[in-house]
């Protein structure tokens, strides 16, 4: 558990800032019907966010949630994906309540503000901004931009270093076992919001420092840190 004060904040985006599941999934199944498959529904898509896209094309063309090597029709698929989420990645996200509030209060409050993701830049950027909130950011790192994904420490190592704060006064938000397991490595603190994608009966069985209802309650929260 974090005894003091956080100089960055880490978000994750899909599931912990934004409700994606619904493009995710428009987009998934749109490209299943372009190649005569079974569409599999929101839900089923849910279970499948938080790898990547890559993954997430993989997981469609196979049914499976670690699939091996490339299943047949990937490189049409993921063309497809690519064109069809690139034209919808906005149409019915929005940002999940007190998100708002909560990044505007702790911009005003001096920490910094970053967003690391494992999704592709060119949805994040466009998807954070349409949704008002690249603004609050003072570094938005992208899937395609870090030679290693989350669940692997790199992308909190680097966006640590980036700004020189030590991993020790960094820590992430964010709503899955990815997220925990990239800020245990990296030595950042770790707290988990109950809404997201994690796929668990409780949240709780992340093992995170903190469960949080709403990113609104996170400023008081962490003024509270500076008291112990």
Known sequence: MMAMRPELIAFDLDGTLVDSAPDIAYAIDTMLGHLDRTPVGEERVKS????????????????????????????KAFAVFMEIYGANSCERSHLFPGVMEGLRQLKSEGYIVTCITNKHSNFTRPLLEHLAVAEYMDFIGCGDQFERLKPDPFPLLKTAERFNVQPSRAIMIGDSANDVEAARAAGFGIYCVPYGYHNLACVEDLHADRVIDSIAELPALLSGLLDR
């Open 48 to 75: 499948w966010i938080g790898n990547g896209v890559t993954m997430m094309v993989k997981r469609a063309l196979t049914g499976e949630l670690w699939p091996t090597g490339t299943p047949l029709l990937y490189e």
